[in-house]
């Protein structure tokens, strides 16, 4: 189930195989350098459906030394860097969804055990270890394989975007502290979510890990989203969309100065031969609107005059994080509207990305009780 699985291989070939797969192989680069070093944990938060899971399933199948998976990697574009082969199917890996959740889990404990008592059996049995009592910490049986790996977790925050156990989100942060922190058994933390990581008034709640968000991220921007010249190259494939056309409904997001579209829609769009809005389905929609009826009129008279084109100037320095309580100022639901990526911000300024996230907005501004934002939205669409 975790350790060393080939579940990863399996669903990246599915996705190498697939008519429109992108190369974001190059991701790996940046990673092999932190390999065993002081910062070897990282933490790359995206909204939904913007390839997160496909970057954790590519890092487990290069790096996991169960199988052989040369025959993918040796056909793209991290081939010939250096690194790429000493890296190549050479480690222990133990893979983590925190999002599934069996039918039998009805508790944080039944949550948690499900995962660390599995795990605990897999490392016993895989690497012969005697002697072990029952009630031995899944840390210590990790200290006790002598092994070291490297950790691939995927939708580390499902517990907090999806508000459950909330009584017990706290004893989940300290469980991966527990874990992480000034461990030798670690070569390599890589976690990946929606949200970034709950603060407390003295910092992070695991400031081992380097952080890089929708907000800020010089390093790894370009692996989270397709880029312009990338769907270009898609668009080529077919002959039914024009690139105009994708670029009008799907580009608009910028972190760092990248221009990003969103893969899912994209995808879809090519696959279907139909530019429509697909990101009401990835349920990030009925969170907008759970934080707007907090504050209805500012945020509204502001959405709508981005769906007039106008982009809005507000300082946001701070990221909607995980474990925050519901949003309620103006400058706190345009921080997790952006990690949710209803919203793009760049240069301080924020703006509605593209004419699929414009449809949602008419949608949200639409008020039956408000006559007055009722025809200024039906005015300007």
Same mark, same amino acid.
């Given at each position: 189930?975790?350790?060393?699985?080939?579940?990863?291989?399996?669903?990246?070939?599915?996705?190498?195989?697939?008519?429109?797969?992108?190369?974001?192989?190059?991701? &790996?680069? $940046?990673?092999?350098?932190?390999?065993?070093?002081?910062?070897?944990?990282?933490?790359?938060?995206?909204?939904?459906?913007?390839?997160?899971?496909?970057?954790?399933?590519?890092?487990?199948?290069?790096?996991?030394?169960?199988?052989?998976?040369?025959?993918?990697?040796?056909?793209?574009?991290?081939? $010939? =860097?250096?690194?790429?082969?000493?890296?190549?199917?050479?480690?222990?890996?133990? =893979?983590?969804?925190?999002?599934?959740?069996?039918?039998?889990?009805?508790?944080?404990?039944?949550?948690?055990?499900?995962?660390?008592?599995?795990?605990?059996?897999?490392?016993?049995?895989?690497?012969?270890?005697?002697?072990? $009592?029952?009630?031995?910490?899944? !840390?210590?049986?990790?200290?006790?394989?002598?092994?070291?790996?490297?950790?691939?977790?995927?939708? @580390?925050?499902?517990?907090?975007?999806?508000?459950?156990?909330?009584?017990?989100?706290?004893?989940?942060?300290?469980?991966?502290?527990?874990? /992480?922190?000034?461990?030798?058994?670690?070569?390599? %933390?890589?976690?990946?979510?929606?949200?970034?990581?709950?603060?407390?008034?003295?910092?992070?709640?695991?400031?081992?890990?380097?952080?890089?968000?929708?907000?800020?991220?010089?390093?790894?921007?370009?692996?989270?989203?397709?880029?312009?010249?990338?769907?270009?190259?898609?668009?080529?494939?077919?002959?039914?969309?024009?690139?105009?056309?994708?670029?009008? @409904?799907?580009?608009?997001?910028?972190?760092?100065?990248?221009?990003?579209?969103?893969?899912? =829609?994209?995808?879809?769009? &090519?696959?279907?031969?139909? %530019?429509?809005?697909? @990101?009401?389905?990835?349920?990030?929609?009925?969170?907008?609107?759970?934080?707007?009826?907090?504050?209805?009129?500012?945020?509204?008279?502001?959405?709508?005059?981005?769906?007039?084109?106008?982009?809005? !100037?507000?300082?946001?320095?701070?990221? /909607?994080?995980?474990?925050?309580?519901?949003?309620?100022?103006?400058?706190?639901?345009?921080?997790?509207?952006?990690?949710?990526?209803? &919203?793009?911000?760049?240069?301080?300024?924020?703006?509605?990305?593209?004419?699929?996230?414009?449809?949602?907005?008419?949608?949200?501004?639409?008020?039956?009780?408000?006559?007055?934002?009722?025809?200024?939205?039906?005015?300007?669409?």
């Amino acid at each position: 189930m975790y350790l060393n699985t080939k579940r990863p291989l399996e669903n990246y070939k599915n996705l190498f195989n697939s008519k429109y797969f992108v190369d974001k192989s190059l991701i &790996l680069n $940046d990673i092999n350098e932190l390999i065993n070093t002081s910062e070897k944990f990282l933490c790359i938060t995206r909204p939904r459906r913007f390839g997160k899971t496909s970057i954790a399933d590519m890092l487990s199948s290069y790096y996991c030394k169960a199988f052989d998976s040369s025959s993918i990697f040796n056909s793209l574009n991290i081939k $010939d =860097s250096e690194g790429y082969k000493e890296n190549l199917n050479k480690h222990n890996v133990i =893979s983590i969804s925190f999002s599934e959740i069996t039918d039998y889990v009805h508790t944080y404990k039944d949550y948690m055990d499900n995962i660390i008592n599995t795990l605990k059996e897999e490392i016993i049995t895989e690497f012969n270890i005697k002697n072990v $009592d029952t009630t031995y910490s899944l !840390k210590k049986i990790l200290r006790m394989s002598g092994e070291k790996f490297i950790f691939i977790i995927d939708e @580390w925050d499902y517990i907090f975007n999806n508000h459950l156990f909330e009584d017990n989100q706290n004893d989940f942060l300290e469980f991966l502290r527990n874990i /992480f922190k000034d461990e030798a058994y670690i070569s390599l %933390c890589y976690m990946t979510g929606i949200l970034p990581i709950k603060k407390y008034a003295t910092g992070s709640a695991l400031n081992m890990f380097d952080e890089y968000t929708m907000l800020s991220d010089t390093l790894f921007n370009e692996y989270f989203g397709f880029t312009e010249s990338e769907v270009k190259v898609l668009c080529n494939k077919q002959n039914k969309i024009k690139f105009d056309e994708l670029r009008e @409904w799907y580009n608009g997001y910028v972190n760092e100065g990248v221009k990003l579209y969103n893969p899912r =829609s994209v995808v879809k769009a &090519l696959k279907n031969r139909k %530019c429509k809005n697909y @990101w009401t389905s990835t349920g990030a929609m009925n969170e907008v609107l759970k934080y707007l009826k907090y504050n209805i009129l500012d945020v509204k008279n502001d959405v709508i005059k981005m769906v007039a084109g106008e982009e809005i !100037k507000i300082k946001i320095n701070e990221e /909607f994080r995980a474990g925050q309580t519901t949003p309620k100022t103006r400058k706190e639901i345009y921080s997790a509207m952006i990690v949710l990526g209803f &919203l793009s911000y760049n240069n301080g300024y924020l703006k509605i990305p593209n004419k699929e996230l414009m449809t949602l907005a008419v949608a949200i501004c639409y008020d039956s009780k408000t006559k007055e934002h009722h025809c200024k939205i039906e005015k300007l669409s």
